[in-house]
């Protein structure tokens, strides 16, 4: 069974997450190295095809070619919300223990630690990192207090659960542009009910109502229905309908 770890979100809901095991970030790494060398070789002809003067080339290779190598970790991770193209491939990504979102700081952090974590070592040191911390984390996710987890795989058995659990044959959708949602968001209002049922507290019931006005903003509605637990049942079951 793969090993979970929860985060509790900047509004007070807290996401299990089953950490990514070493095969997966290793994989993930590779497709990376893959996708950025078949970038450089596309790059090589392009700029020989176009400039007959070596120097040219050899000057646009290290002015705009050699920073996207460098830098093609923390900036993917930064524009897609942890991700890389190895990750998302894998179903991978990376959040922060405490729940915020991730920064550009962060994402260097963890980059930093590279030299280290894997080229200086052969990836040997990241490999037992990831294999034997609680929290499977090289030394890069340590200093910048992260996690790789995994999101895809987690979301479609918690979204397949429901599906089990409540009966959507003769559902009709009330708030169609609810397709306009993410995998996340629906992931989070679903296990922001489960722990409210669990764990029969305010601090629960009141993450829903903050989860309910979220998510009113963003299908466009004027004001939170009256029921707000209803309210997001009901978003989860369109979602569920109106995308499967």
Excluded at 32 to 50: A, H, K, R, T, Y
Excluded at 91 to 100: I, M, Q, S
Excluded at 229 to 234: C, S
Aim: aromatic share 10%; hydrophobic share 50%.
């Amino acid at each position: 069974m793969a090993k979970t770890i929860d985060i509790r979100t900047t509004q007070n809901v807290v996401i299990d997450y089953d950490l990514a095991i070493s095969r997966d970030r290793v994989l993930a790494f590779f497709i990376d190295q893959f996708v950025i060398g078949v970038f450089m070789v596309l790059c090589i002809f392009i700029l020989f095809s176009i400039f007959t003067s070596e120097d040219m080339v050899i000057t646009l290779w290290f002015l705009f070619i050699m920073p996207v190598f460098v830098f093609y970790s923390p900036l993917s991770e930064s524009f897609f919300n942890g991700r890389t193209i190895g990750k998302i491939a894998m179903g991978l990504k990376v959040v922060r223990l405490d729940g915020r979102e991730l920064t550009l700081t962060d994402n260097l952090l963890r980059w930093a630690f590279r030299l280290l974590d894997i080229w200086m070592t052969l990836g040997i040191l990241a490999t037992l990192m990831v294999s034997i911390t609680d929290r499977k984390q090289r030394f890069g996710d340590m200093i910048s207090n992260a996690v790789v987890v995994k999101s895809a795989s987690s979301l479609r058995i918690t979204l397949a659960q429901l599906n089990r659990i409540d009966s959507l044959k003769d559902h009709e959708p009330k708030y169609p542009q609810v397709v306009n949602l993410d995998e996340e968001d629906m992931l989070l209002a679903k296990q922001s009910l489960e722990r409210m049922h669990r764990f029969s507290n305010s601090a629960h019931t009141e993450a829903v109502n903050q989860l309910a006005e979220r998510l009113a903003l963003m299908l466009g509605l004027d004001a939170v229905p009256d029921k707000p637990e209803v309210f997001v049942r009901t978003v989860l079951k369109d979602y569920i309908v109106l995308t499967r």
